[in-house]
C-alpha cells in the first residue's frame, strides 16, 4: 500500500495512517472474492475522493500540497464511531450485555489521564496498560478496543 501510494499519487504515508489503511484491508480480507491489489487500489481511489470532499474549499495550491489523513483510509464501519466525537465509544457499548462494568473502568481511566494532563504528568506512569481481548478476532469488542483507547487516551471520550 505504501509503495503504491508514493508511486501513484506520491503520498509518503506514515504510520497512523497505514495502520488505518491495514485495519480496512483487513475487513476486506474477511469478504469474498478478495484481492490484495485489486483492494489497495479501491483503497487508494476511496481515499483520494474523501481527500477531495476534505479539501474542496481550499485554494487549488492548498489542494496540492495537502496530503491525505487517517480518515482518508478508514472504513465506513470505523468513521462512524470517530465522527460520533465525545461520548462515541459509549455508543459501541450500548447495544452489548453486561458492558456496564466495561464503561465504568474506561470513564475512571478518563479521569485519571485527564487529571494527570492538568498537573502536567505523563498519564500512562499513572496506571499499567495490560490488556487482554477476550473473543473471537475482530468481535466487536476486541475489535474497538483499540479505537476507545485511542479516543481515551486524546480525551476525546466522555461517559455520563
Not at 489542494?63 to 462515541?88: L, T
Not at 481481548?133 to 476525546?156: F, H, R
Request: with cysteine; glycine share 10%.
Amino acid at each position: 500500500m505504501k509503495n503504491a501510494a508514493l508511486s501513484r499519487y506520491n503520498w509518503n504515508l506514515d504510520w497512523p495512517i497505514l495502520r488505518a489503511g491495514l485495519r480496512t484491508l483487513d475487513q476486506e480480507k474477511r469478504k469474498p472474492n478478495f484481492g490484495n491489489a485489486g483492494s489497495v487500489n479501491n483503497l487508494l481511489a476511496t481515499a483520494v475522493m474523501r481527500m477531495e470532499a476534505r479539501t474542496g474549499h481550499l485554494t487549488p495550491q492548498q489542494r496540492a500540497d495537502a496530503m491525505p489523513i487517517p480518515e482518508d483510509f478508514m472504513s465506513e464501519s470505523d468513521i462512524a464511531p470517530a465522527k460520533a466525537g465525545p461520548g462515541g465509544a459509549k455508543a459501541v457499548f450500548d447495544d452489548l450485555i453486561g458492558c456496564k462494568a466495561v464503561l465504568q473502568k474506561l470513564a475512571e481511566w478518563q479521569a485519571t489521564i485527564t487529571a494527570c494532563q492538568r498537573m502536567g504528568k505523563d498519564p500512562l506512569e499513572s496506571f499499567e496498560l495490560n490488556f487482554t481481548s477476550v473473543g473471537a478476532p475482530g468481535g466487536t469488542v476486541a475489535g474497538w478496543g483499540p479505537l476507545c483507547m485511542d479516543s481515551i487516551l486524546q480525551g476525546s471520550c466522555c461517559w455520563a
